[in-house]
């Protein structure tokens, strides 16, 4: 079972990216599944999370607006789109879901907004 991050990298303030984040190992479309972040020198924080059907949505307040959180189960991958990059968004992105009192972590992938 592994989720696999990728998309990330440098980008000047003002601009896009689009992370992903593949699941592998059993099927994730019953997975409640999200994307957290950790800056330097600062605990990891909740970004946004999405439901197992997509229906429901949900948003950190500093990203909400400029971040959205989708998944396409027939590919069992998770997405996060990332427009409006400020510095502040500067930090390791990492995927993970959650089942059955269950956390599966990704390796995470570097996002860098430079001023």
């Known amino acids: 079972v592994q989720l696999q991050a990728s998309g990330g990298g440098l980008v000047q303030a003002g601009g896009s990216l689009r992370l992903s984040c593949a699941a592998s190992?059993?099927?994730?479309?019953?997975?409640?599944m999200g994307w957290f972040r950790q800056a330097p020198g600062k605990q990891r924080e909740f970004v946004a999370a999405?439901?197992?059907?997509?229906?429901?949505?949900y948003y950190a307040d500093s990203v909400k607006g400029r971040f959205t959180i989708s998944r396409d189960n027939a590919k069992n991958t998770l997405y996060l789109q990332m427009n409006s990059l400020k510095p502040e968004d500067t930090a390791v992105y990492y995927c993970n879901s959650y089942r059955a009192g269950t956390y599966v972590w990704g390796q995470g992938t570097q996002v860098t907004v430079s001023s």
């Open positions: 999405i439901s197992w059907s997509g229906s429901l949505t």
């Open positions: 190992g059993r099927t994730f479309s019953n997975d409640v």
